[in-house]
């Protein structure tokens, strides 16, 4: 799969397990977030920046991928422990999947209009591989 959507990918889906702290580090300064009542703005040590806004069962992002050079946008709705998401790139292109909370497991699914597919497997306590 295309490296900037994959690490786009695993980022959120970092962002989306966290607690509601008010600011935060995660795990070898990789990311620095602030949250506020209804808010969530992140940065990493690359310069990568994101935010997060959740409106009841929806999810709405939008950040910048330094590497690519691409801001992009996702929205996402949950129902009971699935998560359906949709997202596009400055570049046109678009994604779309499904997570699945188990435990404290997250269980993702992708596929870009490129045709790639991933999926990616988020643990709170070992991190996504």
Do not use: E, K
């Amino acid at each position: 799969m295309d490296t900037p959507l994959r690490s786009i990918t695993t980022v959120l889906l970092l962002c989306l397990s966290l607690s509601a702290q008010a600011a935060f580090t995660l795990p070898g300064d990789a990311m620095r977030c602030t949250r506020s009542a209804m808010l969530l703005n992140c940065t990493d040590r690359l310069g990568n920046h994101y935010g997060i806004v959740q409106q009841g069962n929806d999810t709405l992002m939008r950040g910048f991928d330094v590497i690519s050079g691409l801001s992009w946008s996702q929205n996402s709705t949950t129902y009971g422990r699935l998560q359906l998401f949709t997202g596009v790139s400055a570049d046109g292109q678009v994604w779309f999947g499904s997570s699945r909370r188990i435990g404290w497991n997250v269980v993702s699914r992708l596929s870009s209009s490129q045709g790639d597919r991933d999926r990616v497997n988020c643990n709170r306590l070992s991190g996504c591989r």
